[in-house]
């Protein structure tokens, strides 16, 4: 069965600085790992995606994940936060087959002016 | 704007009370999915349908069901509602494929009183 874990329930950081929300995942097969975005009363944006080839995905508004293989990790960087990043942020992860996107708990991300 | 729509945004009901929510996907998209959204739960996958068949079923009580219709357009009916159905209920759609994102909807936020 496919499952996610994220550990923090909430990032802080400050405007400017890097930031990091973690991911790991279990999975059957290969993994299809995502992540989306999803702001107050709104539904989930998608941000970027890896299916293959070179582990450091590139997304929407400047993030970007690096897949580690070895440590079943997806985790989501950003070189600068900005104060609109803060919102609830979830890893997801679907196999081989027809998709079912398994999704983790989110982590509430705050960027502080 | 993904392009899924689903409409009620909002919804209140009583207990006991069958609702219908309605998603239509993005034009081309083939995939629908169901998930549910509460603050204990978090992100639920409930079913997928492919094409008008049913493909995968995850979490989804006796008291709900769903359907895709020949034009694609889905509908999650939910029955006997109680208090604790109450939760955001998304839908999202996707083209056939490995590792392909979904993209969902603004969500149906329902209240049973």
Request: aromatic share 12%.
């Amino acid at each position: 069965a496919q499952s996610v874990a994220q550990p923090e329930d909430q990032v802080n950081v400050a405007e400017g600085n890097p930031l990091t929300v973690k991911c790991t995942y279990s999975v059957s097969g290969n993994p299809y790992l995502f992540w989306y975005v999803q702001y107050p009363n709104r539904g989930l944006q998608f941000l970027l995606k890896y299916i293959t080839g070179d582990n450091l995905v590139k997304g929407s508004y400047g993030f970007e994940a690096e897949f580690n293989k070895s440590q079943t990790s997806f985790h989501l960087k950003k070189p600068s936060a900005l104060v609109s990043d803060s919102a609830l942020y979830f890893c997801a992860v679907s196999s081989t087959g027809f998709q079912k996107l398994v999704f983790g708990t989110g982590t509430r991300l705050l960027v502080s002016p | 704007d993904s392009g899924v729509t689903q409409t009620p945004k909002h919804l209140i009901t009583a207990t006991g009370q069958r609702v219908t929510l309605r998603c239509s996907p993005r034009s081309g998209d083939l995939s629908v999915y169901w998930y549910q959204q509460s603050l204990d739960q978090g992100l639920q996958f409930l079913i997928q349908y492919y094409n008008g068949e049913e493909r995968a079923k995850g979490n989804i009580l006796e008291r709900f069901s769903a359907q895709q219709f020949p034009d694609l357009h889905s509908e999650l009916n939910l029955s006997s509602l109680e208090l604790g159905d109450s939760a955001l209920y998304f839908c999202a759609s996707s083209v056939l494929g490995q590792g392909t994102e979904a993209f969902f909807g603004q969500g149906t936020r329902l209240t049973v009183v």
